[in-house]
């Protein structure tokens, strides 16, 4: 497991890296601590995210090209077709209707507990911006408690791609990670000049700490040994809005938008029938704004050897890291997470998951 820090080491942090001895945590970048701690990074990021930035930001997502059986970077386009990320605006909601028994992609109108706990995530490696999406999870407490006698007090867990926090390639976590929950509610305008976060409904969250597993950020590129550990875990601290005493405003992510249970033992696609896929696809007919789900049976990859999860799906680059539930409840919002969206094939109308394991809770953990 690698793990990158992103503020003062904590009592909890500590442990977490003893936890995590298999690996010696790596540093994200060569920035000292800073005496004020999480607040003070917190800050920094928030006002990295310029209206402008976020404009620029583009899908950090894969395909499988049949004809060469490798993965390579899917090529990011606007709305319009041209390169680049997507603007403000409704998404088209792929033709399909909510309730029918399989649903490629639709806008998510229903609401409840996933719109909240479902978010856009934004990140940077270098000067190149990136767009993602992320869920929120229990973390080790009660699960109908997130954060009761856990030691994880006014901090919150996120899980989403590997891809989505780590270079594969270049070997480095990213800098400037942001989780924007419930996105949807009320997407902040991108022509307009002041904070972005402070336009959206409840704020946003930066990374405090990430984990990866080794078989992904040893994996060399993104492969199929990568494909089967394209999962990560982020701690977020303190976020949202402040008030006009720059005092935090309800701080605590999984108080403010809850939590979903995630199950770390494999489910048998031939007797779930039903899985929910959610995500801010932001390529091609969808700008990044609106919260699209797939719903369908579960199935396997057979160009992983079934090491993979495939359900069919039109979600597309910007979903990455979305969450996938089974057992859900459509009335509440409520589901079991059991992968994140991950790749895709040329040609192909489908999303592919790792599957959740024990190699997952170890960094989970």
Not at 16 to 35: D, I, K, T, W
Not at 172 to 193: C, G, H, K, Q, S
Not at 194 to 220: K, P, R
Not at 296 to 319: E, H, K, M, Q
Request: charged content about 20%; glycine content about 14%.
């Amino acid at each position: 497991m690698r793990i990158s820090l992103r503020r003062a080491l904590s009592a909890l942090t500590a442990a977490l890296l003893v936890g995590a001895a298999l690996v010696p945590a790596r540093a994200a970048s060569e920035r000292g601590v800073e005496a004020s701690g999480g607040r003070a990074e917190h800050d920094r990021v928030v006002a990295v995210w310029t209206p402008e930035r976020v404009a620029q930001a583009v899908p950090r997502d894969f395909e499988l090209d049949p004809a060469t059986g490798r993965f390579r970077p899917r090529p990011a386009k606007k709305p319009d077709g041209t390169p680049g990320g997507g603007k403000p605006g409704g998404g088209d909601d792929g033709g399909d209707s909510v309730g029918s028994e399989t649903v490629t992609a639709a806008s998510w109108n229903a609401g409840g507990r996933v719109a909240g706990t479902t978010g856009k995530v934004l990140f940077s490696f270098g000067t190149s911006y990136y767009v993602c999406s992320a869920s929120v999870v229990h973390d080790q407490g009660d699960p109908q408690q997130p954060n009761v006698d856990d030691g994880l007090a006014d901090a919150s867990l996120i899980l989403t791609a590997a891809h989505c926090v780590y270079d594969e390639v270049g070997d480095v976590f990213a800098e400037n990670w942001m989780f924007i929950p419930n996105y949807d509610a009320d997407p902040a305008r991108l022509t307009t000049d002041g904070s972005f976060c402070d336009g959206t409904l409840h704020g946003c969250w930066t990374a405090e700490a990430i984990a990866v597993h080794t078989g992904y950020a040893n994996a060399g590129g993104f492969n199929t040994q990568a494909v089967q550990h394209d999962f990560a875990v982020v701690r977020v601290g303190e976020g949202g809005h402040v008030d006009e005493d720059g005092d935090w405003i309800d701080s605590q992510l999984d108080v403010v938008v809850a939590s979903q249970p995630a199950s770390f033992d494999e489910v048998d696609g031939t007797t779930t029938p039903d899985t929910f896929l959610f995500g801010y696809p932001a390529e091609k007919k969808y700008d990044g704004t609106d919260l699209i789900y797939s719903r369908g049976p579960l199935g396997y990859d057979p160009n992983t050897g079934g090491a993979t999860y495939r359900v069919d799906s039109n979600l597309n680059g910007g979903s990455s890291g979305g969450g996938w539930y089974v057992t859900f409840d459509e009335g509440s919002g409520t589901g079991v997470q059991i992968s994140v969206n991950s790749y895709g094939y040329t040609g192909i109308k489908a999303m592919h998951g790792p599957v959740f394991s024990t190699a997952t809770e170890a960094v989970y953990d």
